[in-house]
T-cell receptor, first 116, second 116 residues
């Protein structure tokens, strides 16, 4: 069965230091993978997506993620955290189910805190 | 409109009353999803529509929950005899036809439901 595991429920970093949010997935087919961000009291916004093109995907606000099939991982990184990056981040897999439809499966989320 | 629109944005209801939540997807998007997000929690899948049919309604928590979609566009989520545990933010998302390729989902701002 398809699933997504975000390995850390909370991550805390200092401003200007690197960010790493970890995500592992399981999929029966060739999935698409996404990272969404949710700022407090705001809607979900797409950060980046992987759809079987380049394995290193660049997104908005300096974030990027690397698809590693051998490790079934899609970790999100940013070289230097900014205060405005503090938010909840969701790793999502979109997979083809029997019956021919795609379903978005969300990880539990990682709350990123950025300290001055 | 340009994005996914949900109404109302906030709803306070008395326990035992019925509520109806509305979602207007992006024009031309055939796929529509409902999710629920409880306070501090991740996203819980409720139901998926492809056109007017729902190939996956496995996430509906009980028979008090139902959803329909008409004209391949507007969707309504109905909760009958509301209970306090129904209090959450209900999110709607839409995407292009997944059968022609994996695409990201666009989310509405959600309806915050409070059952008192």
């Amino acid at each position: 069965a398809q699933s997504v595991t975000q390995l850390d429920s909370h991550v805390s970093v200092s401003e200007g230091t690197p960010v790493l949010l970890r995500c592992n997935y399981s999929s029966s087919y060739s999935p698409s993978l996404f990272w969404y961000v949710q700022h407090p009291n705001k809607g979900l916004q797409l950060l980046l997506k992987y759809t079987s093109a380049a394995t290193l995907v660049k997104g908005i606000n300096g974030f990027e993620a690397e698809f590693k099939k051998s490790e079934t991982s899609f970790h999100l990184t940013k070289p230097s955290a900014h205060m405005s990056d503090a938010a909840e981040y969701f790793c999502v897999v979109s997979d083809l189910f029997s019956g021919g439809y795609n379903k978005l499966i969300f990880g539990a989320g990682t709350r990123l805190a950025v300290h001055p | 409109g340009a994005g996914v629109s949900q109404s109302p944005s906030n709803k306070v209801t008395e326990k035992g009353k019925d509520v109806e939540l509305r979602c207007d997807p992006i024009s031309g998007h055939t796929a529509l999803y409902w999710y629920r997000q409880s306070l501090g929690q991740g996203l819980e899948f409720l139901i998926y529509f492809q056109g007017n049919s729902a190939p996956d309604k496995s996430g509906l928590p009980s028979d008090r929950f139902s959803a329909e979609r008409t004209g391949g566009s507007v969707s309504t989520l109905t909760i009958q005899r509301t209970q306090q545990e129904d209090s959450a933010v209900y999110l709607c998302a839409s995407s292009l036809d997944p059968m022609v390729g994996n695409t990201e989902a666009f989310f509405g701002q959600g309806t915050r439901l409070t059952v008192v």
